[in-house]
């Protein structure tokens, strides 16, 4: 009997071994399957395996941490099997992501999967999406049929659950023992390059778990105290304190050339429009084209400040740009692939340009011809101490790319709208989105700039397609500063690109050898000096207060100091970390509150009048309609007809006596309203 016993005691311990095993085994090929579909290669993903084996075992050894789990159920393959599918689909979505967007997929995109949804369409084709919804529903099926006929096994809850709990409490310290070995890393400012050196698998885990900015060593008041005074004395004659000088009131001006002179100085508007995907197509060797794609930007960039400014993405991820020139802050101190828009901006209140003008009596609005709620941007701009947000859903209706695009001139009337309508001087920041792919492979009929030399590439057709869209974006730079400069009033405006754009560049074929880098160009009516510099996008509105001669935050006397770029880096990671999420030692800024008067959509939305139009409909005529405009009575949505600006149409069968109508200005997917008008009572 007790032999009997050892013989079933040693079969089970058998069992369990070969289950391990075969665990392990399943856990490495479905690692390495993964890997392959991520980068559409057998090849790549059987060299990542043999020549960087360490950093693979990191990959299968997350896989089994999400597989492990599983051993719980009794229903044991339905879960390896849901576990599984979970992953071939984010590494598909990943190899999708980095063919139409450049950048790879990221854990914070996942929140982003409505916006995604979106604009699907503008990047794959009607019969992709299509077989894309059939395909999902043939996996759904599977998984059903696998749950309903899969047989249930005998757990040993003890065994499995003290195996797993080692596992959890032991992948720590693998995961420390490898970033201490250099063997992976957590941290790496080019996204691409580190998906393709750590893996798909490792890459997208750290991005879920690393997030915000790691506590600096030596972080203390004393630290910070030492980094502002040792600025101040580079800077003797910066005022650290931002104070409204009694001297600077608005006056009366006869010429905006006499700003420079007057020590009564208006503070002059200031005007940043950032330009999606906006390279200078000049830079790219092995074409030759028909005519200069940029003409008003290289002609302007010979009279005022002008040069390159690095960026913190390729391809995609807009809104790291737009955090680093709004707030002055790098991204390389957060997680890798992290949007602070959303993981911290959307959340609290962050230091900005827009508080440091407030102080100086600036109004702060922004824009963009985009959907409001991407990267979160309807609250992200409030926490950023701007007044008011203009998304596409409050515009104008604008012209539209073949693809779908608002076009960038739909800016020039709102820009120029916010600067008639304030009496102080204006903090305008402006996102631009023409230049936003996919780019399109078919043939181009009428297009302004063309390829003329023998160029055999498949992106021919892309390539021309984003050039003529870089062309009437380079127009709407020329249109822009000459409404603006109409207006008389003293302005600068800056202009830059977000990024490379997604079109198959390398930096073997582009003259400046980099894809890190794109124009910027600081055109002004004031007369301010000249210069030519390359910079980084956290630099930038440091930049513009050194020349404006305004006074200057701790971060931004950094940023224009002449130390060295490693002390400059770890100064920077100090104060950022202050700011965010340390003790605010510097105390540069008091108390951040967000305006309390924030709207979105600059211009109100109002009904003037409710008229019978004929004895069908009802025409409700007003101020600042558009396609987003949506009909309510009595609090209930109505089927409306556009017909200008000013009035909008519904059926006359809709309306009773007493019934109170309004328009509400509804965000494009219709889960926020951003405006309501005043009510009218139908009559």
Known sequence: TLHQHLLLGENYMNKKILNIFIFIVYSILLTFFIDCISRSSFNEAFNFLTNSFNIFLYNVLIIVLTLSPCFLFK????????????WFILALANNLVTKFRGMPLTFYDIGMIENGLEIIEQYLSKNLIIIMILSSLLLISLLIFIFLKCKKKSINYFINILLISLLIISFPQILNYGLKSNIISKNFWDINWGYNTYGFIYSFFNSAINNGINKPINYSNDTISSIKNSLLLLEPENDMKLTVSSSIVNYDFTDIKDFK???NKLLPNIILIQLE????????????????????????????????????????????????????????????????????????????????????????????????????????????????FTPIECMSPPERTPVGWAKDSVLIDEICNILISTDNSDLIFGIS????????????????????????????????YYI???????????????????LNEPTIIVFYGDHFPAIGLSESNISIRTLKKTPYLIWDNINLSMENKDIS????????LDKLSLPSTTLNMLHNSSLDEKTKTEYLN????????????????????PSSEYKIGFKNVKINSIEIYDDNNILIKGENFNNYSNVYINGKYIEK?????????????????GDKIQIRQDSTTDSTIFSYSNELTFK
Not at 537 to 544: K, M, Q
């Open 75 to 86: 229903i044991r393959l339905f879960y390896f099997s849901l576990i599984s599918l979970i």
């Open 261 to 263: 002179d007057n020590d």
């Open 277 to 388: 995907s906006f390279i200078n197509p000049n830079w790219i060797t092995d074409i030759k084209l028909n005519k200069n794609p940029v003409s008003n930007l290289e002609s302007l960039s010979n009279e005022f400040t002008s040069g390159l400014i690095s960026v913190p993405v390729l391809g995609g991820g807009t809104a790291n740009t737009e955090f680093e020139v709004i707030t002055g802050m790098s991204t390389e101190f957060f997680g890798s692939g992290e949007f602070p828009y959303n993981t911290i901006a959307s959340k609290k209140a962050i230091p900005s340009l827009a508080y440091t003008l407030r102080a100086l009596g600036y109004s702060s609005n922004s824009l963009h011809n985009h959907e409001g709620k991407f990267y979160s941007r309807d609250v992200v701009y409030q926490n950023l101490g701007f007044d008011s």
């Open 433 to 464: 989105i023409q230049g936003h792919g996919g780019y399109p492979s078919d043939y181009i009929e009428d297009k302004e700039v063309y390829i003329t030399n023998d160029y055999s590439k498949d992106n021919k057709n892309s390539l021309e």
């Open 468 to 486: 003529n869209q870089i062309y009437e974006m380079d127009q709407f730079i020329g249109n822009l500063i000459e409404a603006v400069n109409e």
């Open 537 to 544: 996008a956290y630099e930038l509105t440091s930049l513009i």
């Open 574 to 593: 100090q104060l950022e970390y202050d700011m965010i999420y340390g003790k605010n030692y510097t105390a540069d800024y008091e108390e951040l509150v």
């Open 641 to 657: 007809i556009s017909i200008d600006n000013n009035t909008l149409s519904i059926p006359l069968n809709y309306c009773k006596k």
